[in-house]
């Protein structure tokens, strides 16, 4: 099939808002992929890697949104998208700023992040989580070929949103049932919330350059392969807390005082306009 006939999507991936486990469990098992830049890759490239493939089954090409964990979105995308593939559909995926923070920050601290809850919130809602630009320039370009889901509808019912994936994607050449999708959707989630005391432990150890290569002035103590020996005992404690009380060890609040109203609130109102979609229903500061 010629790339000009081939129907083509772009996966387009925020951190934190299950596009790692719907990219590895649905499009990657189902579909023929490629992860790349398309605003760094030269065209005719990306062209020839898919003309290579074959098949007929829509093609999935997974394509960042931000510039790394603690930058803001890419600028110009729809613009390298539509120079790649004019005719291409998108899907993309949200997430409310406000549950953003405390999944997003653990990561930050994993990743050997050394700020402070009040600084990291203050640089994130600087750069990061501006949706509605983003999706405005998508809708710009792209026009009723752009699909939105919300990662809360995605926890609350799985299927119901691989079910519109697929149907906005069309399905692969060989079919791909409403069954296979029901067993998809009880896949255990990726990279689940780490509990506040193995944070606290990794953004204290971070910040003494004990662990992590970004960090460490001396070898850390771990075992191969593993973190710090220290982070392995807060996971342990957290473990066995949760399975003592039934529930995961948590006491930090993430209070934003009202900063993601006043960084995100008019622009999530418009977004809510744009995709129609009740976002303040679903938890996102308008």
Known sequence: MSVD????????????????????????????????NVATSPITE?????????????????QRVENGSMGGELANLADAMAAAYPDAKIV???????????SHYGQYVTNGGRLGFKTYLAETTRVKWHYYSMIKSLMERFEDRVIVYLFEEFRRDRYAVLCALRDFVGAPS?????????????????NPRRNDLMIDT????????M??????????????????????AADFVGRTYSRVFSKTLRYRNFDDNGVLEDSY??????????????????????
């Open 211 to 232: 662990r992590h290569e970004k960090n460490a002035i001396i070898p850390q103590i771990a075992r191969p392969g593993h973190d710090h020996i220290a982070v392995e």
């Open 202 to 209: 990794m953004l204290t150890l971070n910040r003494l350059r």
């Open 92 to 102: 993309i995926g949200i997430r409310s700023q406000r549950s953003m923070l405390a």
């Open 46 to 62: 990306l062209h020839d890697h898919v003309a290579a493939e074959q098949g007929c089954s829509p093609f999935i090409i997974r």
């Open 5 to 36: 006939s081939r129907t083509m999507v772009f996966h387009l991936a925020y951190h934190k808002t299950a596009s790692k486990w719907i990219w590895a469990n649905f499009f990657a098992q189902h579909y023929p992929t490629l992860q790349t």
């Open 174 to 190: 060989g079919g791909l049932a409403d069954r296979t999708l029901r067993d998809l959707a009880n896949l255990p989630p990726v």
């Open 265 to 286: 609130g008019d622009e999530n109102a418009a977004l809510a306009k744009l995709i129609s979609q009740p976002l303040q229903d679903f938890g996102y500061p308008i």
